[in-house]
């Protein structure tokens, strides 16, 4: 029987291929704008506007959100897109992205954008072992970006910076390194997280301090040093310009060279703690010493600043200070979907974020082991 063959294939005697067909399409079919109104008995830019977080009464509001539901409907980015006239991704320049402080950021920045129909652009300066802006410099001068994020920028991409205020790209700072005044800043509160560090290891008995930083006019490394003097100086305590040590572009070399350094002295006049502005630097000197036979931190406390992942894999495990990265990278991320939103509107000029003490192995008090001679 043709009706029995026919459900045995599957198909309702009753519904011929012709409607199935149509039925399909129809599902397949993105729902419109117009239809959405008309459901919900209102305007087309009244649906616009709802949609896109204006101003409806909640009546309409519901009727409108109801009926995009039962329509399945969605707003095409690319619409509105070439509506508004904006490409629908930020760049995000750092100079390198293989580092695991911004990884954190990144997450942050990932996280803001989960729920925006926006995407991320991400631009390392040090791509290929040599700074290399160009990527970045064709971002601003195509408009391929509606923003930027850099994260820890330098006094190098002042021309970068430049170029993106002249093309009125709207621009957010994650922990920089220098100020241009082009966009809120959005730091973790270093001199006071320093002071802490320090005041945790005056608790321990530590009277003989050393510290390595990075560059020396960077932002981190000048605050870092500036909250280890405060924290001294509450105490009557000075550091001894002797054991003050600030490092280049590639900080490994610094660690190791100081760690060198610290090696030679007589232990009874050694830094008993060593406080470092990052963790990279704490772990690259923790390295070096534990192989010379160093006990730590029987021998010397080590601390460090970030808060990265590693200084927990390690043994000691590292006491830091831990930026809160991850807040960092969202807050700016959500705070540039604002301008880019609304060129208008007022934004914060800084953000400070508290950092976490976090308290592992390679602190520990400062014993008389310290005090003998070599």
Known sequence: MPGRQAASRGVSPTV???TLFSVVQAARRRSTIIEVAARAN???????????????????????????RELNYSPSPIARNLKTGR?????????????????????????????????????????????????????????????????R???????????????????????????FSSGPVF??????????????LIALGHRRFAFLGGPEKT?????????????????ELELD????????TFPQRGAIAFAEEWLEMP?????????????????????????????????????????VPEGALYWPGLTTAKQPSQALGNAACRVLMQMIENPEAESTERADFPAELILRESSGTAKAAAKKTR
């Open 241 to 248: 310009p002797a054991y003050v040590q600030f490092g280049e």
């Open 187 to 200: 730091v973790a509160r270093n001199r006071e997280a320093a002071r802490t560090l320090t005041e945790h």
């Open 87 to 151: 490409q629908g991704c930020i760049g995000v320049v750092v100079e390198s992205s293989q580092c695991s402080w911004f990884t954190q950021v990144l997450g942050g920045i990932e996280e803001a954008l989960a729920d925006q129909t926006v995407s991320a652009l991400l631009g390392s300066l040090n791509l290929r072992g040599s700074y290399d802006a160009s990527t970045i410099e064709r971002w601003i001068a195509d408009r391929r970006v509606d923003g930027l994020i850099f994260a």
């Open 153 to 179: 920028c330098t006094r190098r991409e002042e021309g970068l910076v430049t170029q993106a205020r002249e093309a009125q790209i709207p621009m957010v700072f994650v922990a920089p390194d220098e100020n």
């Open 219 to 235: 932002a981190d490394t000048v605050e870092r040093l500036n909250g280890l003097r405060d924290g001294l100086a509450a105490r």
């Open 16 to 18: 011929s291929c012709g």
């Open 267 to 307: 232990r009874a006049a050694a830094p008993t703690a060593v406080m470092c502005a990052y963790d990279i630097l704490a772990i690259e000197f923790l390295r070096a010493i534990l192989q010379r036979g160093v006990r730590v931190p029987e021998d010397v406390s080590v601390v460090g600043f970030d808060g």
């Open 42 to 68: 209102v305007a087309f830019s009244t649906v616009s506007r709802v949609l896109n977080g204006g101003y409806a009464s909640p009546e309409v509001r519901a009727r409108v959100e109801q009926a995009a």
